[in-house]
């Protein structure tokens, strides 16, 4: 990958999740508005989750298989833009729910795609992850903190206006990024079913997912959260700049430490900071003390993905490198999503935030047990 091609490759990158920064911290918010039960509201975002589950490794497959990445992607994001003009033109929650499955089955499997193209650019030196990935953190940055102004002056109803502009600007960038250099064969479907089987791979993600239930869970309220306690669309996203602001400085500081870290063992101590942020969160009502609070999000998240990624490159082989991501997105964000997003609706409904928060504690202390069982199995050779 040239220079010219790697910049590119970074703008993409801000680009699109400059497109969560609108959908993430204010679609909840907009679906209230429109009327939506907290559980409705949690079944409207799932759907993104669940269109993960069914489709991304197949996605992925697909491009291991076509041995291309960037046109299926230019596919995604150009069909995405087209459909993203026509979601809220439906009112009811089962016509919302149609439109949304359709968006969500393009634009959902589009982060795996990109990581696919990080991991190429970076599979010599995979610590210089963090130094691609922090661009996404930086365009979600500036969109939820701009965004935060011009939805609070205009109206979030206005937001869907946004999202069509920044996925049409993603799909620019897009066209001069290299794609993703295959050595191996394609992969038959055998070798794909046996991947996703293989006992190493299979633990690994479903640990993986535990953790990551809890971050979409909060991922995709905090923002009803905070409105709940009399915070002001400005708040929050004053609370996801916070957020991401930490994520940007802790990609940044992963990127240069270049340590050799073992990714699995650290996994450990970043559950048990998922933990103690749950803990806070649970008893902590000001909203002035839930902004500090928001600092743990971008190093919990920052640590969780760059370790996550380093050990995926090391388990899983070359041939299935699109597979791999799309495997993983498809359990921690796409199982994950649906249990963090149906179950975090319902769980606000009937029992309030405290038990919301306990909740994701406890999956915190599961994972923290899960990734324990499997540093003594790999010391074991199992």
Sequence with gaps: MTFLQSIYLKCLI???YAVNGVILPYFPILFQKQGFHYWQIGVLLAMGAVVNTLTQSLWGYFCDKLQTVKKIMLM??????????????FHSFLGLLIALTVFFTFYRPLPSLIDTLIVNAVKDNPSQYGSYRMFGSLGFLVSVFCSGFVLNSLGVNNGPYLVTALIALTFLCALPVGDAKYICTPPSFQKFMA?????????????????GTTQVANDNFISIHLQNLGGSIRETGLAWAIGVSSEVLAFIVLSRLRMNL?????????????GLRWLLMAFISNIKVILVIQVMHGICFALFISMVMQHLLKIVPDEFRATGQGLFYMSVFGVGGIMGMTGGGLLLDHFGAKSFYLTCLFFSIFALVGFSRQVKAEAKGI
């Design 262 to 274: 073992d990714s699995l063992v650290f996994l450990r101590y970043i559950a048990c900071l998922y």
């Design 76 to 89: 995604q994001l150009f069909i995405s833009a087209v459909l993203s003009l026509l979601i809220f033109r």
């Design 14 to 16: 801000g680009f699109y």
């Design 195 to 211: 991947l996703a089987k293989k006992p190493q791979i299979f633990n690994f993600l479903i640990v993986a997912t535990l953790l």
